[in-house]
């Protein structure tokens, strides 16, 4: 049944970003002492989500000797709250067709250049089999905005992903990535067993969103904003905000990400599950060279100060970065990658071919996932394709990584431990089984001994003789 895109409707809603206080903030917290900034170091690692004049105190703590202090105390903090694993999920963009005229993305209607494509349902298939084949159990379905992308469609095209087997595996989480619904389209969405619904207000600042979204539903800043309170209100409890940094001052859109944080808590006591920052990429057919922009220094800033500001929060990095500025920052505090990604619509499954011409912008990172697994356990990382809290109803696991004392160790690094088993076992390369061999039995040696780890090496021995998707 086709439902439409929904009617866009800004009645009686306000913005919950207030401009003018954020600028002030800037202002007033300017050359901030070395104590102050300790101080504010201190609260986050004793677990308190920062307020903004804390957060704009830190932001403006920019000599390298503070920054260096913001960034240990970020790392401190990812390894007290969410130790070293990093969990992966990759990308499937389903269609490029869009009625929006963003203009930074390489898909906005007025872009010739782009080759318009949607994924037949056989198509959609050949997809999940190629990324389930390389050993993926985590998506995001990416999507334009078109009445053909309506809440019906991305229900159905959620319910066929989960519909395949390929072997051993299959996708056992989907997370969803396109325009804001209507109540009534989130709850559609919700039924077909999403995980995070994710939506970027992309810039928080009214003007210079009303000169990058110049028509489409898009344009309507409030419609946007207030996207993520119906999802909630629709019953979604894990959902995803974000800002594509560098359209403007990537001070003022880290603030308004922290202002929208609060919002979520006021209203519906959880903040989001994840908070993404993708950077402006150059995109085909479009110039994106005349932005603002956020340098690579700044870049770290602001994930270091995202990570203390909202310690309870996943933080995704994804491979528009390069491999080393990854590698770099995964350290302080991201806790979740792409890997393999290839955001070409139809990429996976027919490799080789021009998906980049149906790409919506161009990718840094272009390791395959088995290289990205390796170099992670070289690094003293534990590779996870866990989804075991959200199939067993914990949403919001990431609140209690952080809020339940020994969560991570009673659940989250057993089960990193066993998807990533699952993973050496059925699809890794040699060399990376090599390396990932010894990062599991490092993790053992870590783990107190007691009933846990006891239950661990016994399902650890289960994988091995063929048993799939045991967990905590
Ligand atoms: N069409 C939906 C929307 O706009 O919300 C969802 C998918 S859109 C394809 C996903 C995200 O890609 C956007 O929210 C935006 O932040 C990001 N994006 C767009 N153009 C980009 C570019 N040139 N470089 C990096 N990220 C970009
Ligand atoms: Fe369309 Fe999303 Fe690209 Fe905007 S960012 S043009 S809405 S696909």
Redesign the pocket.
């Known amino acids: 049944m086709k439902r439409g895109l929904p009617k866009v409707n800004v009645e009686g809603l306000k913005s919950f970003i207030p401009e003018d206080e954020i600028f002030q903030w800037l202002e007033k917290t300017k050359n901030p002492t070395p104590e102050r900034v300790r101080e504010i170091i201190q609260r986050s690692l004793d677990k308190n989500r920062l307020e903004p004049e804390e957060m704009a105190t830190l932001i403006n703590a920019d000599s390298p000797e503070m920054a260096e202090e913001i960034f240990e105390g970020a790392r401190e903090l990812k390894e007290r709250v969410y130790g070293n694993r990093i969990v992966l999920f990759a990308p499937l963009y389903i269609g490029?067709e869009?009625?929006?005229?963003?203009q930074?993305?390489?898909?906005?209607?007025s872009?010739q250049e782009v080759a318009r494509k949607t994924l037949t349902m056989p198509e959609l298939d050949n997809e999940i089999e190629a990324l389930v084949n390389r050993g993926h159990k985590r998506l995001i379905l990416?999507?334009?905005?078109?009445p053909n992308y309506d809440a019906q469609f991305i229900h159905d095209s959620v319910k066929e992903v989960y519909a395949q087997k390929h072997g051993n595996g299959e996708i056992r989480r989907v997370n969803i990535n396109a325009?804001p619904l209507d109540r009534e389209g989130f709850e559609l969405v919700k039924s077909a067993g999403i995980g995070t619904y994710q939506i970027?207000q992309?810039t928080y600042h009214q003007a210079t969103y009303k000169q990058q979204?110049p028509s489409?539903p898009?344009s309507e800043y409030l419609w946007r904003l207030h996207g993520l309170d119906r999802a909630q209100e629709a019953g979604i409890d894990d959902v995803g905000i974000g800002a594509?940094m560098g359209l403007t001052d990537w001070r003022f859109e880290t603030m308004a990400l922290l202002y929208h944080t609060i919002h979520l808590e006021e209203r519906f006591n959880v903040g989001p599950h994840t908070i993404s920052f993708p950077r402006i990429e150059p995109a085909i057919g479009t110039n994106t060279s005349d932005y603002p922009g956020v340098s690579d220094y700044d870049f770290k800033r602001l994930v270091a100060i995202l990570r203390l500001s909202v310690p309870y929060t996943g933080l995704i990095l994804t491979c528009r970065e390069s491999v080393e500025l990854r590698n770099e920052i995964i350290k302080f505090g991201v806790s979740q990658i792409d890997a393999g990604s290839d955001i070409g619509v139809g990429a996976y499954s027919t490799q080789g071919d021009e998906s980049y011409k149906k790409s919506?912008f161009v990718l840094s990172d272009g390791r395959s996932l088995d290289q990205v697994i390796r170099e992670l356990c070289e690094a003293d990382f534990i590779p996870s394709f866990c989804t075991g809290c959200y199939r067993l109803g914990r949403t919001g696991e990431h609140f209690m990584e952080f809020a339940v004392p020994g969560f991570v160790k009673r659940f989250c690094t057993p089960n990193a431990v066993l998807t990533f088993l699952e993973y050496m076992e059925d699809y890794s390369s040699p060399e990376t089984k090599k390396v990932g061999m010894k990062q599991i039995e490092r993790e053992l040696d870590r783990m107190p001994e007691g009933d846990q780890k006891d239950k661990l090496t016994e399902r650890i021995e289960q994988v091995k003789q063929g048993a799939r998707d045991l967990y905590f």
Do not use: S
């Not at 869009?98 to 963003?102: K, M």
């Not at 990416?142 to 078109?146: C, L, R, S």
């Open positions: 490029n869009c009625i929006n005229n963003c930074y993305c390489g898909f906005r209607c872009n990416v999507y334009g905005e078109h325009a970027f992309e979204h489409g898009k594509l919506q």
